[in-house]
């Protein structure tokens, strides 16, 4: 024994001098601070237990315990991002973790990934059938799904299993409450509380359902019990008050706030609470002089004086005056600093910028991390579109506060401003894995994967959305429209159907399903839903103009015809009628009817730019390219600086073998736009076939590098084509593949790779790309060579 003593106290200074515990060292501080965290997480203080439990980890990094219970404390939190992150560690070194997988699979119902939340149920339920846990999450989904009647089932099983199982007992009342069954919920909460009365959830419950079901003494009875069991939870003194201002008993809501303030003399919430009472329940007169004294007896608490503004708040000249003595008392303390970000919104409220800035540069000045004022200052740069400036200050904050929505979200919008649409959907779907339920986001990612042309991925984005806010309306009406783009109309209907149900504005909605049914065809129905439109807006000219192509559609012309005429009878002067009946005129090639129609528009609006492009176009119908180029110029006098104009008369330019005009005009358009992508391509294409000076080949390749990995065939085409003019030929290749593969009907495409492939040597892909090229009805510039080198590649060898 003595021997065994003098071994370990050996060891001791041996493992001391190299700086490692001994005998019970790490593993006994690694159980202690674990023991320490778990108390502090049970006394609900999280920013000890969470400091003891990183500890824990500091020791061992592999100890799943301390992981599930970082895990336990994210969720108190409601920081969904770490629980995510801790539970996913967690059964990736342990999947068999039971607990942090049903955890897992809450947090996927949550974010309404339904499939996943279920995969997690019944892969616990495929190990431990009876697990009471999984099937109440089990009957979570289901009731998501609508399966009704089959959650009930698993509920009551899991209520037999567990009497009282909080989480399966509250889904019950949610169940039996959707049937008006308020006796049986009620029940349900009782058994309940029989196991778990200190959980105080189950009893609010109770007294909601008592509320609903019109007990209101004995819901009273059962706040004022809570009061007296739990006098720490001063939520619950509130909601008492707020249950007798619902019943219209304002001198016992008052008593019971009163009451609070005199049990807790120095805290200041109470007496705002009373002052929030006294503003909408007795005047803004009595709140205000019953705050005022609060303030002569209170001088150093700034937040009476802040509540101010809640009183004025139809009194902007009021409301300065209070932040600037705030300002002016405490200069650049905490109180002056959060006076002068108020300050800034309401100069920024007022347009006041200059103010606004200047507000928030004394505020970071003296607080480099002021989250509130690098917001404000990081919108006001996004809307002076200084991106970089707004992006670094939002990043400040986002260092502090990663999970911060409102960063994100202007982080998002300060990227999509900046066209750095990858970013800008990242800092989305960081917003969507730290709040699931936030629609902003939502929306503003479906919009930025349609701009990719990901319709699929926008979709299952937005019914997840809709899952979570069923009566959101803008939500409902993008699905409408995404389904539509998708064809898939069974579903564009179904929802369409619903819209009018959800806004007062009918005509949305009919307007919205007649474009489905014109989408599917079904034209006498979308004429039914247009003519309700015009009932409510007679003067709505996009529902006119749909009822016109819908009577179209059906060659139903002389009805269109008698709805314009009808329509220009009552309002004849109206640009957009005399537009639509002046176009039914060319497409019926009655010309000289359309000339005198879209002539009176322009004479009633010499600035109309489409409507010097709709004349231009009626003679173009009629083969008269002198009087088109006319009316472009006769428009451009008129209105200079028209990109439109300006593209037409290029074009006209590029027809009639101009093409040092349509240079000057590609030129003119990037001065005015110079990122317009259509003027870039068509320029460049120019200036490589004007001559093949090696200058202007460089130079018109240098345009278009942009369009190196665009989604538009014919970009890629033009950026191919000049890659192969400038000896580039395995770049010409790569791009050149891509836009056939994306558009392979083009004859000229066809032409431009049957060159490159020639170049390469790949003569039998040359020949059958050619023989495409060469199709009846081509006519591109180069056709002729296309043919001549077929020719060469057919003859025999």
């Known amino acids: 024994m003595a021997f065994q003593k003098v071994f370990c106290f050996v060891w001791i200074m041996v493992l001391a001098a190299v700086g490692l515990g001994g005998c019970g060292g790490s593993e006994d501080r690694e159980a202690k601070y674990f023991s320490k965290a778990q108390t502090y997480f049970n006394e609900g203080n999280m920013d000890k237990a969470r400091i003891e439990v990183k500890n824990v980890l500091q020791i061992n990094p592999k100890n799943i315990d301390a992981r599930f219970l970082l895990a336990q404390i994210a969720e108190k939190n409601q920081n969904w991002q770490k629980m995510f992150g801790q539970l996913s560690a967690v059964v990736d070194a342990q999947p068999d973790h039971i607990a942090a997988q049903l955890k897992l699979g809450k947090l996927f119902l949550l974010s309404n990934s339904i499939d996943k939340a279920l995969k997690k149920a019944d892969g616990v339920l495929a190990k431990a059938p009876d697990n009471a846990d999984a099937l109440a999450l089990k009957a979570a989904i289901l009731m998501r799904q609508g399966y009704i009647s089959q959650a009930k089932t698993l509920l009551e099983k899991v209520l037999a299993l567990e009497a009282g199982h909080v989480d399966a007992s509250l889904l019950m009342v949610k169940l039996l409450s959707d049937e008006k069954n308020y006796p049986g919920a009620l029940k349900v909460i009782d058994d309940a509380l029989q196991v778990h009365p200190e959980t105080l959830r189950l009893s609010l419950v109770k007294i909601n359902l008592l509320a609903v079901d019109n007990k209101k003494a004995e819901a009273e009875q059962a706040m004022k019990d809570l009061i007296v069991r739990f006098p720490d939870q001063t939520f619950l003194h509130y ?140 919108g006001l740069l996004i809307d002076a579109k200084q991106y970089d400036a707004a992006i670094a200050d939002v990043r400040t904050v986002l260092r502090d506060e990663p999970e911060s929505e409102k ?8 990227h999509l401003r900046n066209g750095q649409f990858e970013l800008a959907q990242d800092a989305l779907e960081k917003i969507l894995i730290v709040n699931p339920k936030n629609l902003l986001a939502s929306k503003d990612l479906a919009r930025l994967l349609v701009k990719k042309g990901d319709n699929q991925s926008a979709a299952e984005l937005l019914e997840k959305a809709r899952q979570l806010s069923a009566k959101d309306l803008d939500i409902s009406m993008m699905l409408v429209d995404l389904y539509a783009k998708l064809k898939q109309w069974d579903k564009a209907e179904g929802i369409a159907l619903k ?27 979308a004429i039914a839903e247009l003519k309700k439109v015009l009932q409510i807006k007679p003067a709505a000219v996009d529902a006119l103009s749909a009822l016109i192509n819908s009577y179209l559609a059906i060659k139903e012309i002389k009805q269109a015809e008698q709805l314009l005429d009808d329509a220009i009878a009552g309002s004849p002067e109206n640009i957009a009628f005399l537009t639509m009946r002046a176009e039914l005129h060319a497409k019926q090639q009655q010309w000289k009817a359309a000339e005198t129609l879209f002539k009176k528009v322009l004479t009633l609006n010499p600035k109309f730019e489409q409507g010097y492009r709709n004349l231009a176009a009626v003679y173009l119908g009629q083969n008269l390219p002198d009087k088109a180029q006319q009316v472009y110029q006769q428009g451009l006098q008129e209105t200079p600086d028209s990109i439109g104009l300006l593209l037409g008369l290029a074009a006209l330019n590029e027809k009639n073998a101009h093409p040092d005009n349509a240079i000057d005009n590609y030129r003119k358009i990037l001065t005015l736009a110079p990122e317009n992508k259509l003027a870039i391509n068509n320029m460049a294409a120019l200036l490589a076939g004007a001559d093949q000076d090696k200058q202007n080949l460089a130079k018109a390749l240098a345009m278009v590098t942009l369009f190196k990995d665009s989604e538009v065939p014919a970009f890629l085409d033009t950026y191919g ?19 056939v593969s994306k558009q392979g009907d083009t004859p000229e495409f066809q032409y431009h790779l049957g060159l490159v492939y020639l170049q390469k040597g790949r003569t039998e892909e040359a020949k059958m790309a050619l023989e495409k090229a060469i199709t009846p009805g081509a006519n591109f510039v180069g056709l002729e060579k296309a043919k001549s080198e077929l020719k060469k590649l057919q003859a025999p060898s």
Do not use: C
Request: cysteine-free; proline content about 2%; overall charge negative.
């Open 499 to 525: 819209l009018d149900q959800m806004t007062d504005k009918k005509e949305q909605a009919y307007y919205k399903l007649a474009l489905v049914y014109m989408g599917e065809g079904k034209f006498e129905a």
């Open 721 to 739: 084509w000049l890659s192969y003019l400038n000896g580039h030929y395995d770049e010409a290749l790569r791009a050149l593949e891509t836009a």
């Open 239 to 378: 909601s008492l008050a707020k249950f007798y201002v619902a019943d219209k008993r304002l001198d016992e809501a008052e008593s019971v706030l009163r009451q609070l303030i005199t049990a807790l003399p120095e805290e200041t919430q109470p007496k705002l609470a009373l002052i929030d009472f006294l503003n909408s329940q007795r005047g803004a007169a009595e709140a205000e002089k019953a705050l005022q004294k609060m303030i002569a007896e209170n001088p150093d608490n700034y937040d009476y004086r802040f509540a101010l503004l809640a009183l004025y708040k139809d009194q902007p000249a009021r409301r300065v005056e209070v932040l600037e003595k705030i300002i002016a008392d405490d200069k650049l303390g905490v109180n002056g600093l959060k006076a002068r970000n108020k300050l800034a919104v309401l100069a920024i409220a007022k347009d006041e910028t200059d103010k606004a800035r200047k507000l928030l540069d004394e505020v970071i000045d003296e607080d480099v991390r002021n989250a509130e004022a690098l917001l404000l200052r990081a």
């Open 407 to 414: 960063a994100l979200l202007l982080l998002a919008s300060a």
